[in-house]
């Protein structure tokens, strides 16, 4: 008999949001980004074909009705994607995962290192409240840390780089934000997924994340506990010269301004990304 599905028992509705909740935006034709509440998922695939698009990300707990509209806006009544490819597994990623799979009836694909935290094997160290930088991160012990378990319904990802219903793309492993996180890249135009590797708005400032004001920013702080790992993998990134990014959290970023702010990013990490205190800060800044 197959196991249920089951969210760790802290998973709830977390009452935050920002102006851009609801709206989405077209960052290539085959790609769209689409923000629920303070995070964003994004649609991959060319409008109206029903069964050829892959949905990155599962957004906030409960949001799995906003989801499926915005689906089947996009891609017609009724479609139902290839796959779900999870940047990583946390709260705000996976919040509406077992309603979507239920709903699609089709598998998950993560890191192999994320599977755990999928299965209801390990749990999530503790978010860090005292990283500073605004009312998100003190309110980060309410959120949700529990591990989820989706049994046999997350599978790891291609060995060989290749995203499942992706043709063009592959996976990046990112880690220092959770130990198997992901990004996700196309040679062809140079599109980025980033998941949470960095962001376009500090994440931990409830007024930033309320009005979305961008500017680049590694991962959120208070989830982060390895930050030499994170510096690595924002470096691995930059590397690309991406043409365009799509975040966990912000405003997509493309042309000139995204290499620009990148490249700062990698050059001043330990100033701009790294908290000054915190129980997850190591030797990045010694």
């Not at 964003?40 to 799995?64: E, T």
Request: aromatic share 8%; charged share 20%.
């Amino acid at each position: 008999m197959e196991k249920e599905m089951a969210y760790g028992t802290d998973y709830k509705y977390i009452p935050a949001t920002s102006i851009e909740s609801g709206r989405g935006h077209e960052v290539a034709s085959d790609i769209f980004c689409q923000t629920i509440q303070i995070v964003n998922i994004c649609f991959v695939g060319h409008p109206n074909h029903q069964d050829k698009w892959v949905l990155v990300d599962a957004g906030m707990p409960k949001s799995a009705d906003d989801i499926i509209s915005a689906a089947e806006e996009r891609f017609g009544r009724k479609s139902r994607p290839q796959a779900i490819v999870l940047t990583h597994g946390h709260f705000d990623h996976v919040g509406a995962i077992i309603e979507l799979i239920n709903h699609w009836k089709v598998p998950v694909y993560a890191h192999e290192l994320e599977l755990p935290y999928l299965t209801g094997k390990l749990e999530y160290p503790e978010p860090d409240p005292s990283v500073g930088g605004g009312l998100v991160a003190r309110m980060s012990p309410i959120f949700p840390n529990e591990p989820i378990d989706l049994g046999n319904h997350a599978k790891q990802l291609p060995s060989d780089g290749s995203v499942p219903g992706m043709p063009g793309w592959h996976w990046i492993h990112t880690p220092g934000h959770t130990p198997g996180h992901i990004s996700l890249f196309r040679e062809g135009d140079r599109s980025l997924i980033a998941g949470d590797a960095f962001v376009t708005v500090k994440q931990e400032s409830l007024y930033k994340v309320i009005t979305q004001e961008q500017e680049i920013s590694g991962p959120p702080k208070y989830f982060t506990t390895d930050w030499q790992a994170a510096k690595e993998s924002v470096a691995k990134l930059e590397a690309l010269m991406p043409s365009a990014a799509v975040t966990g959290h912000g405003m997509p970023m493309e042309g000139q301004i995204l290499l620009d702010s990148l490249q700062q990013l990698v050059s001043e990490f330990d100033r701009i990304a790294v908290p000054d205190h915190g129980i997850y800060v190591d030797e990045v800044k010694h």
